[in-house]
């Protein structure tokens, strides 16, 4: 039975991906320094799990839906606004992504004011639309401790020639109290008992070849290459400790206020001949308010994540068909082992980025520092971006 359900979530996945080819591009209104443009991405995702205990279990589903509009009524200045449906369900009919005001008006760079993403870690600022793999590493992912959205101020500048660029930012954040994560998501998609705090970060990237794009995959075949240093740190400001007695011990339970966390990254990249290649090392620490507490990823009120991230991948026919394979890993103070995955798959573009089909198989070791408690993950998506 399992495996007809595997067949049918893969051919209503295949269909889509033809249905998507057909669908109605970017509409554009423009007017002197007016416009609108609206647009969106739609990724629709078949997950299967198999762990080494228990039953196989399968979805199909929006991964992500998120329509988007940009419009400007003034010269240098531009609004944008993109919310994501894929994940709707009882009281969250939708989170609020990009959301913001930008200044462009400037030689050397913009300002961002609104729900933007912090700067940390080159993974995380490369698009979900421009991936290798159908989902981010751990060196990318919100889960374990990379900030993604906050609701503040960024700026991102350049040099002239654009072979270095930066981005520093600062704005609130907030933290999903779990033990076995470090969860930041934006003050803007709040639940009652996160823990709330303001976050400062950024990164500098040097490019030696000429700009390179935070894009997995070589379309172009031209010699490109980045080096980057990222960092962040993040204060809980002590609005909102649901977790935590008056006294500041912990209160018992999976859920643990968190005091603050910091975190340092190391990335670099390469693109040539249909060949490319990402690396990014990530050391990230965090305490919690109750200074004892020991449980999830935490020893004594602290937590050390060491994570490492390895993807590439090679253009087989260029610009249409892509092997790819990666390695990743994560150790905690508290871990038994260091939890790994092996990814390998294969990316189809009908139209580059905006219209493919991604196949990833991730074999996973030691979930969550559990010596040997593995899992398997079949995960097969398609996309369309207009």
């Not at 609020?96 to 913009?110: D, E, N, P």
Request: glycine letters at 12%; hydrophobic letters at 35%.
């Amino acid at each position: 039975m399992k495996n007809r359900i595997t067949i049918m979530g893969l051919a209503l996945i295949s269909t889509t991906c033809f249905t998507a080819a057909n669908a109605a591009g970017i509409t554009v209104h423009e007017e002197g320094e007016k416009y609108v443009k609206i647009g969106g991405r739609i990724q629709i995702q078949y997950h299967q799990i198999s762990p080494d205990q228990g039953s196989d279990t399968d979805k199909i589903f929006f991964r992500r839906f998120r329509p988007f509009i940009i419009g400007s009524l003034h010269k240098n200045w531009e609004g944008k606004l993109q919310w994501d449906m894929g994940k709707a369900g009882d009281d969250n009919e939708l989170s609020v992504k990009t959301a913001y005001m930008m200044y462009k008006g400037l030689s050397s760079g913009k300002i961002y004011v609104g729900n933007v993403k912090t700067g940390y870690s080159r993974e995380t600022m490369t698009s979900s639309k421009k991936t290798q793999l159908v989902e981010r590493s751990f060196v990318g992912d919100h889960n374990y401790g990379a900030p993604e959205y906050m609701l503040g101020l960024r700026f991102n500048g350049h040099t002239e020639d654009k072979r270095i660029s930066y981005i520093l930012s600062f704005g609130g954040m907030n933290l999903d109290p779990d033990n076995k994560k470090l969860d930041f998501d934006t003050p803007v998609n709040n639940d009652e008992d996160w823990n709330e705090g303001w976050v400062v970060g950024g990164r500098v990237d040097f490019h030696p070849f000429g700009y390179l794009k935070r894009s997995q995959g070589d379309f172009k075949r031209e010699q490109k290459a980045t080096i980057g240093l990222g960092a962040f740190s993040w204060s809980n400001d002590g609005d909102n400790n649901t977790f935590t007695d008056a006294a500041g011990n912990h209160m018992g339970g999976s859920k643990v206020d968190v005091d603050r966390a910091n975190g340092i990254e190391i990335s670099t990249a390469y693109r040539n001949a249909g060949f490319s290649v990402d690396a990014q090392y990530n050391l990230i620490k965090a305490s919690t308010v109750d200074n004892s507490y020991t449980g999830g990823l935490f020893k004594d009120g602290d937590a050390t994540l060491r994570q490492m991230a390895l993807e590439g991948g090679y253009m087989v026919i260029p610009s249409t068909l892509e092997l790819v394979a990666g390695f990743q890993s994560m150790d905690a103070d508290e871990y038994d082992k260091a939890w790994t995955r092996n990814s390998v798959g294969v990316n189809w573009f009908l139209h580059k980025q905006d219209i493919k089909a991604q196949l990833s198989y991730r074999q996973g070791s030691n979930l969550d520092g559990v010596d040997g408690k593995d899992q398997d993950e079949l995960f097969l998506q398609t996309q369309y971006v207009f």
